[in-house]
């Protein structure tokens, strides 16, 4: 499209027309907003020199909102500046103080009363009397001061309400009029003394009142959580409620004094759980506390005392109860490590506490252990438990079947076919083809190993050592003999004949149908070492072996005596384990009717009255 010179210029000129037209209204615009402004710099002049501030003040600040010119005394605008940053501020405080007073913020109005009354006292300290005046007129029209005290003073009114509501109703959980009548201003209560003399006269009369009826209704946990929830509140309001203190330190003393004498250990016990609980409330030299503090070492030296006196249960029953207010784990520990070392048994109580044992003996210093026990089961498949402590306190157990349907009649420890701090488990039970079986056991405790190194059965058993082992009419090699045989790591080896077992059996019976004379003391000589084949425990001394069922004077054997056997002689102590070091638990008289148990070590452990005990002389 073909546009003509003379259409553009008509153009141009126009525009330029068009921008002239708004530049011209611009400048009447400013003109007239500079007149305006200037009038009301006029009219807030005259309101100032009027001493008509809040006029003077409220002109000022719309002549000062027009920006377009400046204009003013520049000395006369500050002073008029100032008067409107006062404004502004009160302004501000009434709109916060009236949030607050519609959500009855104490706290918020405690610090609008704060910003208030210091914005109050700088003005007054410049000492000019028109900032002054203004202030309280500002103040005056938007009644900030009068809200903010009829805020208090309705506050302390319905603090003091809360209070004697709770007196009344004899329910204490809400206390939240402490801090509200701590937060009310001094002012309101006549000056700071005045304030404190007041507050400590109310809640001194509210406490000893709701302590009183507490005490009287409620538990001890009760009684000081609710002091003790008292006593945040006054510390939380920097209130030194020392009455408070004096209330509930009594009253523990009394009901933990009252436990103590009545050696209620439990109920001390609780007790001093909920008094340690509010222990940050309590003054650093509490009597309550020390009290409870006395007891619990009182009790700690009973327990050790206990111990000393082997009465290991009672010491850690003590010490347990004792937890829940000291962490007596340790000391519980020891003792029960004293207990296992003076009763090696109880290493298999603990690891087995429902197993019954028909044989169980213990020491020390075997196989590298501290102390051992070993036990064999009374079940139909008898199991070998050997407990070992270590000597860096850790606690060996290791078990080995000893065959099912096994009937075990004796059970030792024989250093002749072992040595003398690593004997073997000697187990004698009844044969399925010979009158008897006879296993070994070797404990490895350094390889966690319980071995069964050998099994025979045969009429008799005797070691002189690992290389001269006789065995009376063995299964498999040596059956029908007095055979000799050597101990190595594969069992057993057969070494040779001594006699046939059947004359040598012949032999005897006929001596014992009357052959006398030097014939039979040099038969007697002869037999010497196979009579000791019964006696697993002979290693080698050479002393004459009773026969199955005989000891070496003809008595019976412990483990074959009669169920009931009666004490002619004098009476006789019982101790709780086989040994003159355990603990005496009683003894038999004269006449006293006793069931021999087990044997262990020369040791008999018997039954008196339903009691069980260990002796080491039979009846």
């Given amino acids: 499209m073909f546009v003509s010179s003379y259409r553009k210029s008509l153009w141009v000129r126009n525009a330029l027309l068009v921008l002239f037209i708004i530049a011209a209204v611009g400048v009447v615009w400013k003109i007239g907003f500079s007149l305006y402004k200037v009038s009301l710099y006029e009219k807030a002049r005259g309101y100032y020199e009027e001493n008509n501030l809040l006029l003077a003040e409220e002109t000022f600040s719309k002549a000062n909102g027009i920006t377009s010119i400046q204009y003013g005394d520049e000395a006369w605008s500050r002073s008029l500046s100032g008067l409107t940053t006062i404004r502004l501020e009160l302004e501000s405080l009434a709109r916060q103080a009236d949030a607050a007073i519609k959500e009855r913020d104490d706290a918020r109005m405690l610090a609008i009363y704060d910003g208030y009354h210091g914005m109050k006292s700088k003005y007054v300290k410049q000492q000019e009397l028109q900032t002054v005046s203004f202030f309280k007129a500002i103040s005056n029209r938007l009644s900030l001061e009068s809200n903010i005290n009829s805020y208090f003073l309705q506050a302390m009114e319905l603090a003091k309400g809360a209070l004697e509501n709770n007196l009344v109703q004899k329910r204490y959980r809400n206390e939240e009029f402490i801090a509200s009548l701590a937060a009310i201003p001094d002012e309101y209560y006549g000056g700071t003394d005045k304030k404190k003399r007041e507050l400590t006269r109310l809640f001194r009369s509210y406490d000893e009142a709701k302590f009183a009826h507490l005490t009287a209704a409620g538990s001890f946990p009760e009684v000081t959580a609710s002091a003790a929830n008292s006593l945040r509140a006054y510390k939380q309001a920097s209130i030194q409620a020392d009455w408070l203190v004096a209330l509930l330190e009594r009253y523990a003393k009394e009901e933990i004094r009252s436990a103590i004498r009545q050696d209620d250990l439990l109920a001390f016990i609780a007790l001093a759980k909920a008094y340690r609980e509010i222990r940050d409330v309590l003054p650093s030299r509490s009597e309550a506390l020390d009290q409870i503090d006395r007891y619990i070492s009182s009790k700690l030296r009973q327990a050790e005392r206990y111990v000393d006196a082997r009465q290991y249960e009672k010491a850690i029953e003590l010490y347990r109860e004792l937890n829940a207010l000291e962490d007596t784990s340790t000391l519980i520990a020891e003792a029960e490590s004293r207990w296992v070392d003076n009763e090696p048994v109880r290493l298999l109580r603990e690891k087995y506490p429902d197993k019954a044992y028909r044989f169980v003996m213990s020491g020390e210093s075997l196989w590298g252990s501290q102390v051992y026990a070993v036990g064999l089961t009374e079940d139909d498949d008898p199991q070998l438990y050997l407990a070992a402590k270590m000597p860096d306190g850790n606690v ?7 065959g099912s349907g096994v009937a075990p009649s004796k059970l030792s420890l024989s250093e002749a076919l072992g040595e ?113 084949r019964h006696d697993p425990q002979n290693q080698g001394r050479g002393d004459r072996t009773p026969t199955p069922g005989k000891t070496s004077d003809g008595s019976p054997a412990a483990e074959e005596a009669p169920p009931d056997i009666a004490n002619a002689g004098n009476a006789i102590k019982m101790y709780a384990g086989p040994g003159e070091q355990y603990e005496q638990v009683g003894q038999i008289p004269a006449n006293g009717s006793v069931t021999i148990l087990t044997e262990a070590d020369g040791w008999y452990q018997v039954s008196f009255e339903g009691k069980k005990g260990w002796i080491n002389t039979v009846p």
């Fill in 396 to 402: 060996l157990y290791l078990e080995k079947s000893v």
């Fill in 420 to 532: 003398k701090e690593a004997p073997l488990i000697f187990l004698e039970a009844q044969g399925k083809e010979r009158t008897y079986l006879y296993t070994g056991f070797a404990p490895d405790l350094f390889s966690s190993r319980l071995a069964k190194v050998f099994e025979i059965e045969g009429e008799g058993f005797a070691a002189e050592s690992p290389e001269l082992i006789i065995v009376d009419n063995p299964t498999g090699e040596g059956e029908s003999q007095i055979a000799f045989f050597k101990l190595e790591e594969k069992g057993l080896v057969y070494e040779g004949k001594k006699d046939d077992y059947l004359s040598e059996t012949a032999e005897g019976e006929d001596n014992a149908s009357g052959e006398t004379g030097d014939d039979a003391q040099d038969e007697s000589q002869q037999d010497t070492p196979q009579d000791s």
